[in-house]
């Protein structure tokens, strides 16, 4: 009896370690795999951040930009030795730089023709929120393409974009309405098309618009006359700055 009772203690106690090795397996086991999907799970989240921002980096940085631009990136009209420097800020989707446009465009063309006034349009892309098809961004990019391949119809073009400007909150015109109303401007030049399709330059438009941000503008439209920002847009008050300009530099 003592000896079959020792030889069923031993049994016993084989049976529990052999249960005890088997469990620590299965813990060891259980961790191995729960390491694996850790760094696999963070690999995987790694890897998307940076193809993001890899994406971004890309997009801000591509250096595809249209020729002829003027300073800070922006599009001149008028002599470079014009006295009077008026630098305006604006969004093909913003209704408030539309108002400006019709309420000052004779007025400026007339500086301009004179030799008094150089204008340095800085067109950005705030307002892609304000449409649901990105409008800011496209129509941004094809007054690059416009200013790239066919300047002297930059300012019809720009122009037509503010006279036929979509409604806010609802889809911008089509690329191929950019592309007509850029032939209507005199801009012919297929590589203009494949650039609207294409969004050669939204890289750029990014860009630009970034770096208006960081330069402090806030809104649209934002316009300075010699560097002084405007706090009244309508014609009387730009008129009143550009005369004030012309009187000190004269």
Same mark, same amino acid.
């Given at each position: 009896m003592a000896g079959?009772? +020792?030889?069923? =203690?031993r049994a016993a106690k084989v049976a529990?370690? %052999? +249960?005890?090795?088997a469990k620590a397996e299965a813990r060891r086991r259980t961790l191995l795999v729960s390491g694996i999907v850790v760094v696999l799970v963070a690999v995987i989240v790694g890897s998307f951040v940076l193809v993001q921002n890899t994406r971004r980096g890309e997009a801000v940085a591509d250096t595809a930009a249209p020729a002829n631009l003027g300073p800070s990136n922006s599009i001149t009209q008028g002599d470079d030795d014009a006295p009077v420097k008026v630098v305006v800020y604006e969004d093909f989707q913003c209704p408030y730089c539309a108002e400006f446009e019709a309420a000052n465009r004779e007025q400026l063309t007339a500086y301009v023709d004179r030799g008094d006034v150089q204008v340095q349009y800085r067109p950005i892309a705030f307002l892609d929120r304000a449409s649901t098809d990105q409008y800011s961004t496209r129509a941004l990019? /094809? $007054? $690059? /393409?416009?200013?790239? %391949? $066919?300047p002297e119809s930059f300012v019809d073009f720009h122009n037509l974009l503010f006279d036929n400007q979509p409604t806010e909150g609802g889809a911008g015109l089509s690329n191929e309405q950019l592309i007509d109303y850029a032939a209507e401007a005199g801009a012919t030049e297929p590589e203009i098309a494949s /650039?609207?399709? =294409?969004?050669?330059y939204e890289g750029w438009t990014a860009r630009i618009t970034e770096q208006a +941000?960081?330069?402090?503008? +806030?809104?649209?439209?934002?316009v300075q006359v010699n560097g002084t920002s405007l706090e009244s847009l309508d014609a009387i008050s730009l008129k009143t700055a550009v005369d004030e300009a012309l009187t000190q530099d004269g």
């Open positions: 079959r009772e +020792s030889i069923g =203690d529990q370690l %052999r +249960s005890r090795q990019n /094809a $007054a $690059a /393409a416009v200013f790239d %391949r $066919a /650039a609207v399709r =294409d969004l050669t +941000s960081k330069e402090g503008i +806030s809104g649209t439209p934002t």
